[in-house]
């Protein structure tokens, strides 16, 4: 099988599990079945030459369900303004995720999403398992055909970095403030907490050699789905499908040509299908003051030579 038969399956693959989520959730009529992290978690499996993080399926279905358990009881039962639910939530995330042995930083955005967007609806962690489970399930189903590489998982140390862990929670509570405090929610965006903590680990290539594309990359990404859907608003639920299809093409061209793959730009292509009409002009400049401040942080910690 060649290269181009290899990475159209893969696109397929792609493009399948992002219309069934968005499909089941205009069917059950519940907007909490859209969880932006599969659009992030299928790229990252199926798009990327390499499997983009070090875990295997049974640690990454874990960590996303235990992830969505706790944010929703943060929001059930922690009776904090959300803005401290929130800085909790990332505190919880990444010690752990941390501990967990993986380098999966998606869980991140599994805890925090529900509590920013206060969700309480069973529909979410549903979606979380159904869609979880698809991909892990795919991805070794491409591994037995050959399309992928089977990849072997190698524990990783479980410690935490102190000067490394209080740097994205300084970074990560002040954009959150920033956020609640401005009504611009979305620059604190889960996927924008994913690549942050992901880009903020010391002497991070794509930091080093891309910080420009990264935000290029993850403003195109945001703009495909918001501007996207604001085409078709209005109109019948039916029509959301062909605006996640035509999002999800115009997502993959980017993420194909705009520099290094970085996956959390698919899950801000899915958040915009969460984003409230009336906000969905604005959503990629707030992911795009968002991601630059990150990238920037990073940037200058990585120049001044800071080590953990």
Known sequence: MSDTEKRTISIICYLAVVLMMVLLSIMSDEREVIFPEVGAIAAGMFLTPHRSWMTNGRRMFALLLVGGVIGMGIVRFLPLPVMAQMITGYIAALLIQSLSGTSFVPMISALVLPVLLQTRSI??????????????????????????????????????????????????????????????????????????????????????????RVIMLMLLSSASGAWVRL??????????????????????????????????????????????????????????????????????????????
């Open 123 to 212: 529909w979410y962690l549903i979606s979380l398992v159904i869609f979880s489970l698809t991909i892990i399930g795919i991805r070794k189903l491409l591994e037995k055909m050959g399309i992928k590489g089977s990849e072997e998982y190698i524990p990783m140390e479980r410690s935490i970095k102190p000067s490394l862990t209080v740097f994205r929670i300084i970074m990560a509570s002040i954009m959150i403030a920033i956020a609640l405090g401005t009504g611009l929610r979305f620059i604190a965006a889960p996927p924008l907490l994913v690549a942050f903590t992901e880009l903020s680990a010391h002497n991070n290539r794509v930091i080093r050699l891309h910080p420009i």
């Open 231 to 308: 085409l078709f608003a209005g109109l019948p639920a039916c029509f959301t499908l062909l605006a996640v299809l035509i999002s999800t093409m115009i997502f993959l061209v980017v993420f194909y040509n705009a520099g290094p793959m970085v996956p959390p730009a698919g899950a801000v292509m899915v958040l915009a299908y969460l984003v409230p009409e009336k906000a969905l002009l604005i959503y990629p400049l707030e992911i795009l003051i968002g991601i630059g401040a990150f990238v920037g942080v990073c940037v200058v910690r990585e120049r001044i030579g800071v080590r953990v």
